[in-house]
């Protein structure tokens, strides 16, 4: 029914808006060409505006007549032109980049403030603003800036999981270039997989979800990299103590098409050869062959195909390589021992922007995404004799999805902007079985593969929303979210109803609120705390209903100057949330059924959230404090009673800055303090039996009781992280030096816990931290 | 400002200290300690009985810190009662029963059906009094089907896997939640003395939502029958099957029949099984959160569980 209305609404709109012509283009950047997401296009005479979409798309129709329009984005010099709208205009707008992030640039009264924004719990962080913020061992990471933000908070000391408004992260959508990533970590979750020198955009959603996103309860993150220099050959070269990288673009044909190509690699493998090398000389019988390393590869092609028309090719690829491989040779016999596991990602995504009319735009998307397990052990010996024994095991897990996806921008009028389209998804999960190989000589060998078969589900959605202009103080966000999902002769369907308002008060200030239902149909099998590669991704099944949540939330906005201030409550009831059973892990049973040892439960999350943001000027950052709440309850957890979220933290307050001292020297500071993480622990035991089966015995054991679930926390987290920039400016390019300092007063924070002795010899429990204060130096040559 | 760079040596001589700092830290690990927090000793209680069991056996101890060495103890002068719904005491256990570590209580008959509510009371010198209701399930319902060499599959081992298939189907109390327990015994015979004894055997069964294998009790190879998820059809609790292997373990002993011991378990009971064997089947698992075990008790510890059993021999 509501559908059938916003169907009507829109061709109401359209009929009543023939007098009225359309302003519309491209909004660049003049140098590069690079399109600019949500820059600003506002008609001063009557105070409206529209923002670029993500493919740098504007559409502003107004009725006909003589108007001043200012284009703005931070970090660029506004543009001033008048427009004598008499016929539809199509005009690409280029702006002239900054030297800095300076007051002069962007000045005046801005269109699209917070307060003018109908979307709320959204926050997005200049991609230069996040390179000069201080990282661990040199090495930027987009997750872990995103960690700093109010109601996002990460999995543990070092780690890019982001739990968001008391959320699992597998209910965070990651989109890169638009396509779904399901695995986001290197290095066993210390880095994430997002190569900053690649990325031209980043954004959180936390709730207030627009209709045109669902898949995921908690959030939207949306990672779009750069489109590839129109104009100009350009490259950067970074190196750190963790990796380096090289990044290039330019043009293919100048104005027409370009290229973006980024490469990163860590090379803890090739430091420590000559030192593996030396200790195997020392030790003729024993042969030891550790690797460790991590790449990634961003590309991208981008090809105006004609003034209407833009085609988007994006590839990404990712693997951790991790593993041992051991060669004893002791008198007549050898036995060689092989370890690995790694874990790769691969998308790509094909996209087709065209331009129907001036007022609808139109993109297609066709996606591949690809997520891989493996981990094995091969194990042999070999006598004189020539007889040998070899015992094989290689477990691997993953999956694939092929997406097409068509959405559609409308502007009927200055006041109603239309979003509306389709996604179909065709899944294909691994979760995970094991091949066998045996071969004992004269038994008879072994090749085989235990574990449960893939899983195909498909999964479509079609979604219609329509922000618009209620009277002057009232704006609104209309939408519904309609998905299903076909898995095992099983489908389930979900509507789900967007609403977000925001109503200007008197004084400057919006109150803004919203109401978001979403469904959820991939789940991931995690053990809390570490990112680890073993985190199997699973469907909704016959057995396994759909994840499902609503949220509301109310908040308070304003611009104060250059600074942002926004104030938010919220509620989110989840359900249908998968957990492991008490006991149960990925260990020691790779190879028995994973629905068996899982179990469903609720949860819900509430809490405040307060953003101060300043974006631009000499001196950037922001403070974000969260006080939260977070509950869980299982049926076959804790007795089913309701526990404390393991990432239910109390307060989490962040501080970072930073400040251009000179054109040369730049200094930038973290500081961030979070409750405890919540653990249980095992306090007492008692000794009870279960009946040894005959009726005339039992079978006693004295079990350990552990505390209610989550009842004790960690020491709270705090740290503080410096950095400094050196820029040299040569003629060809720039130079920086970058200092930072990770954990700068060196808080050992806690990382696990383990049961010990202190010097009496009394028994206690040990917090352990595995970061101390970090340096690190990085260089980086631009040109 | 402009001549910061002229402080990169005080810089790096700063960022040296640090550096060695650090490392020091980092070689000790250590955060903080956290004192285990004060315990203070409950009892407890485990009963668990089936309507066929001729004994009696009662588990009472006092809880203990984890960090206390000598662990739980056993409680000597406990009085156990077990009393009908109407306050009748059905039958008693006290010091006289203690055999270290577990009172035991030898009766006359089986401990019979029991109607109502049953409640367990148990007082100690020196702890507060604990009680604990159960409800005796209604006897199982169910017919055993039997065939001898009834399934042959290709062995992940090599060769072909030959077994005798149970085929059991229960009838279902439509809207009522119900598990059993399954054993299967063999009577096997002494070749040499003619004895005869009846022995659990191993068995396999299909992957089936309904079934629970009890890992933790795998010497008898028991499994839990649940129509949690299937009860709203009549027929919800057929063709539950069990794969035997024929062949006797021991040459020295002749099989002579099978039997299928099913046990209809009250809720609690249940319940308390599963967690059981979450918790002895989880081993020292780094990644997975403790277990906590099933209580139906008021301190919080142990069990009061009642079952129902029924045996049909399967020549």
């Known amino acids: ?783 | 400002m402009k001549n910061l760079s002229s402080y990169s040596p005080l810089l790096l001589v700063f960022l040296l200290a640090l550096t060695i700092n650090s490392c020091e830290k980092f070689t000790e690990g250590v955060v903080q300690e956290i004192p285990f927090p004060d315990h203070i000793p409950v009892l407890t209680a485990t009963l668990i009985v089936n309507d066929q069991d001729d004994k009696i056996f009662a588990q009472i101890s006092s809880s203990a810190s984890v960090i206390d060495a000598e662990g739980p103890q056993p409680v000597q002068g406990a009085v156990v009662t077990l009393t009908d719904e109407a306050g009748q005491t059905l039958y008693a256990l006290s010091e006289s029963d203690f055999f270290d570590p577990i009172y035991i209580l030898d009766l006359e008959n089986t401990f019979g059906m029991t109607s109502g509510l049953t409640t367990l009371t148990v007082d100690a010198p020196g702890f507060d009094q604990i009680t604990a209701t159960n409800t005796m399930p209604s006897k199982p319902m169910f017919d055993v089907n039997y065939e001898y060499q009834g399934d042959s599959t290709s062995s992940p081992w090599g060769g072909p896997s030959i077994q005798d298939v149970y085929t059991i189907n229960f009838d279902n109390n439509l809207g009522v939640k119900k598990n059993y327990l399954i054993h299967i015994d063999a009577l096997y015979q002494d070749i040499d003395t003619g004895n005869e004894e009846w022995m659990a055997m191993r068995f396999q069964t299909r992957p089936d939502p309904r079934i629970t294998r009890l890992t933790s009790q795998d010497e008898s190879s028991v499994i839990m029958v649940s129509d949690e998820s299937s009860s709203s059809a009549v027929s919800a609790l057929h063709d539950v099957q069990i794969l035997t292997k024929s062949t006797p373990e021991a040459s020295k002993w002749a099989p002579i029949s099978t039997r299928v011991r099913v046990e209809s378990l009250s809720p609690e009971l249940a319940s308390y099984y599963l967690s059981v064997d979450s918790y002895l089947s989880g081993g020292p698992d780094f990644f997975a959160e403790p277990s906590l075990l099933y209580s139906n008790v008021s301190s919080g510890f142990g069990c009061f569980g009642l079952s129902s059993e029924v045996i049909l021999i399967v020549d």
């Open chain 1, 1 to 783: 029914m509501r559908l059938l209305f916003l169907c009507q609404f829109v061709i109401a709109s359209t009929l009543y808006s023939q007098t009225n012509y359309t302003l519309s283009g491209h909004i660049q950047d003049s140098s590069s060409g690079e399109q600019l997401i949500g820059a600003t296009v506002w008609c001063e005479n009557l105070e409206v505006g529209v923002a670029a979409n993500l493919y740098g798309f504007y559409s502003l129709t107004l009725p006909e007549g003589k108007y001043n329009v200012f284009v703005r984005y931070i970090g660029y010099s506004t543009q001033r032109f008048e427009i004598n709208l008499k016929d539809n205009i199509s005009m690409d707008i280029d702006l002239v980049p900054g030297t800095t992030l300076s007051e002069a640039v962007v000045t005046g009264e801005s269109f699209n403030k917070i307060e003018d924004q109908v979307q709320m719990s959204k926050i997005t962080i200049p991609i230069d603003q996040v390179k000069s913020l201080p990282a661990i061992g040199g090495e930027v990471d987009l997750l872990k800036v995103l960690q700093l933000l109010p109601g996002v908070q990460s999995g543990g000391e070092g780690t890019s999981g982001l739990y968001v408004r008391g959320g699992s992260p597998d209910q965070n959508l990651m989109l890169l270039d638009g396509v779904p990533l399901y695995s986001v970590n290197h290095l066993f979750g210390f880095f994430s997989v997002f190569n900053a020198d690649a990325v031209k955009n980043m954004s959180i959603t936390k709730g207030g979800f627009p209709a045109r996103y669902g898949g995921r309860l908690s959030s939207i993150v949306e990672i779009n990299m750069k489109d590839g220099h129109m104009k100009e050959f350009h490259g950067d070269a970074t190196v750190s103590v963790i990796a380096s990288k090289l990044t290039l673009e330019g043009p293919i044909v100048k104005d027409k098409a370009s290229f973006m190509i980024s490469a990163r690699r860590t090379y803890l493998d090739l430091l420590i050869t000559p030192l593996i090398a030396a200790t195997n000389n020392n030790n003729s019988g024993v042969s030891t062959d550790p690797r460790y390393f991590f790449y990634d590869l961003n590309a991208k092609l981008n090809w105006k195909v004609g003034k209407k028309d833009r085609l988007y090719f994006s590839a990404f690829q990712g693997k951790d390589d991790f593993g041992i491989a051991s060669t004893e040779n002791y008198g007549q016999t050898t036995s060689s021992l092989d370890f690995g596991l790694d874990w790769k990602n691969a998308i790509q995504a094909l996209r087709w922007n065209h331009e129907w009319t001036p007022k609808l735009f139109s993109n297609v998307t066709l996606t591949r995404s690809l997520y891989e397990f493996n981990t094995g052990a091969d194990v042999s010996e070999t006598s004189a004799e020539g007889d040998s024994l070899r015992f094989a095991a290689l477990y691997n897990s993953g999956i694939e999805d092929f997406t097409g996806r068509i959405d559609f921008d409308y502007a009927p009028n200055a006041r109603h902007f239309v979003k509306f389209g389709a996604n179909f998804t065709n899944h294909t999960f691994s979760p995970g079985a094991t091949a066998l190989e045996l071969d004992f000589g004269e038994i008879n060998a072994i090749d085989t593969i235990l574990g449960p078969s893939d899983i195909t589900s498909n999964d479509a959605f079609v979604y219609i929303e329509d922000e618009f202009d209620l009277g002057d103080r009232v704006k609104v966000n209309l939408g519904v979210h309609a998905s299903a999902l076909m898995v095992q002769d099983t489908s389930y369907y979900s509507l789900q109803p967007r609403a977000a308002l925001s109503l200007r008060l008197p004084g400057g200030y919006a109150l803004k609120s919203s109401f978001a239902r979403m469904a959820q149909y991939v789940n991931l099998l995690t053990n809390e705390g570490l990112g680890l590669p073993t985190d199997l991704w699973v469907p909704s099944t016959a057995r396994i209903r759909p994840q499902q949540s609503w949220q509301v939330a109310m908040g308070l906005a304003k611009t104060f100057g250059q600074i942002e201030v926004s104030l938010e409550g919220y509620y989110k009831e989840m359900d249908g949330l998968l957990s492991y059973k008490e006991g149960a892990s990925f260990l020691f049973s790779l190879d028995s059924d994973w629905e068996d040892k899982v179990t469903q439960g609720i949860g819900n999350s509430y809490g405040a959230e307060l953003l101060v943001q300043k974006k631009y000027g000499r001196t950037t950052g922001w403070i974000g404090y969260t006080l939260s709440w977070s509950n869980r309850q299982f049926d076959e957890i804790n007795s089913g009673d309701w526990y404390p979220f393991t990432y239910d933290r109390r307060h989490d307050l962040s501080f970072v800055i930073t400040h251009d001292f000179t054109d040369k020297w730049t200094g930038s500071a973290v500081w961030l303090y979070g409750t405890g993480r919540a653990l249980t622990l095992s306090e007492s035991s008692f000794a009870t039996y279960i009946p040894d089966g005959s009726g005339t015995g039992t079978y006693t054991f004295e079990p350990e009781v552990p505390s209610e679930k989550n009842a004790y926390r960690m020491s709270p987290y705090h740290r503080l992280d410096l950095s400094l920039t050196r820029t040299k400016e040569t003629t060809n390019g720039s130079k920086q030096l970058v200092f930072s300092i990770y954990n700068a007063y060196n808080n050992l924070n806690p990382f696990f816990l383990q049961t010990d002795q202190d010097d009496a010899g009394d028994p206690v429990i040990r917090e352990y931290g595995i970061f101390p204060m970090i340096p690190s130096i990085a260089w980086r040559y631009s040109f």
